[in-house]
């Protein structure tokens, strides 16, 4: 349930102090304001506040349990939030105005032309097992964009070359490592033309070896292509050569936040250093 505009509470909280938001939300193209997701009286993200800048790479780190993936699932409006507005590329996520210019909350109509704007690449590899590699990648901009099958043929195996499975058109799940797949997985939300593309813990669940492969992917994404990434990850080092910022999160908020350098070598916030102190130990 999307709480009405005039509920928009002031944010007092002093650990989202501590993160002053790096980007003027009105130069972003994603925005956050007091955004409050809970899960009965568990609040996941509180009255979270994050612009991100058109071409940004962001990082998002933290504790399990800390919003990270609860951000990007509300981002794709796999879930609603209870309080707060999200923004896209100047529009509204989660609101609209009606006849009378009033913002309300926004219909599902108005939910998919704002989220068409957006790309998610999940921990899982979602692919459709019955279709080749060509096919998962095609199967969206025909049925849901309208696109021609010849025109999404063509777009999708320029995709698959480009995420280095040129020689995979015909495959199938099934037949491919699970690298692949993930590859296939990035190459499907590609084809959708989005502006912004949300990556969650996409080496997750793959085997060590097989982590490079798809990461070397979203290096070349984010260095040849104008994708604003927000990437929620545990692989501290790559987050530290990749992302533009990266934004510590505990207890549904932004408890840190800073450029790699900053944040790596020189974090302010003891719970920062106790979380990156773990992680090394862990590795």
């Given at each position: 349930m999307i709480?009405?505009?005039?509920?928009?509470?002031?944010?007092?909280?002093?650990?989202?102090?501590?993160a002053t938001p790096a980007v003027d939300s009105a130069q972003s193209i994603v925005s956050f304001n007091d955004v409050t997701k809970r899960y009965g009286s568990f609040t996941v993200l509180d009255r979270l506040n994050l612009s991100v800048a058109p071409g940004e790479k962001v990082a998002i780190i933290g504790p399990s349990g800390s919003g990270k993936s609860t951000l990007l699932r509300v981002l794709m409006t796999l879930e609603g939030i209870d309080e707060g507005m999200i923004e896209v590329d100047n529009d509204s996520l989660t609101h609209m105005r009606n006849r009378n210019g009033i913002l309300v909350p926004a219909n599902d109509r108005h939910v998919r032309k704002v989220?068409?704007?957006?790309?998610?690449?999940?921990?899982?590899?979602?692919?459709?097992?019955?279709?080749?590699?060509?096919?998962?990648?095609?199967?969206?901009?025909?049925?849901?964009?309208?696109?021609?099958?010849?025109?999404?043929?063509?777009?999708?195996?320029?995709?698959?070359?480009?995420?280095?499975?040129?020689?995979?058109?015909?495959?199938y799940p099934s037949q491919l490592s699970g690298g692949q797949q993930q590859r296939v997985a990035i190459a499907r939300a590609l084809a959708m033309r989005p502006k912004v593309m949300l990556f969650d813990e996409v080496t997750s669940a793959l085997d060590p070896e097989l982590c490079g492969e798809v990461l070397n992917v979203i290096r070349t994404l984010g260095?040849?292509?104008?994708?604003?990434?927000?990437?929620?990850?545990?692989?501290?080092?790559?987050?530290?050569?990749?992302?533009?910022?990266?934004?510590?999160?505990?207890?549904?908020?932004?408890?840190?936040?800073?450029?790699?350098?900053?944040?790596?070598?020189?974090?302010?916030?003891?719970?920062?250093?106790a979380f990156l102190s773990a992680v090394k130990e862990a590795n």
């Open positions: 709480a009405p505009v005039s509920t928009l509470a002031v944010n007092t909280n002093p650990l989202q102090q501590v989220r068409a704007k957006i790309g998610m690449v999940f921990q899982s590899f979602n692919l459709f097992p019955h279709m080749t590699a060509l096919q998962n990648v095609i199967e969206a901009p025909v049925q849901v964009l309208g696109v021609k099958p010849a025109e999404a043929r063509e777009r999708a195996a320029q995709l698959l070359e480009l995420v280095g499975l040129g020689s995979k058109f015909d495959h260095s040849e292509h104008n994708l604003t990434m927000l990437m929620v990850t545990h692989q501290m080092g790559f987050a530290r050569e990749f992302a533009d910022r990266v934004c510590f999160f505990y207890k549904g908020q932004i408890h840190e936040q800073g450029t790699p350098k900053q944040i790596f070598e020189n974090p302010q916030q003891e719970r920062t250093r």
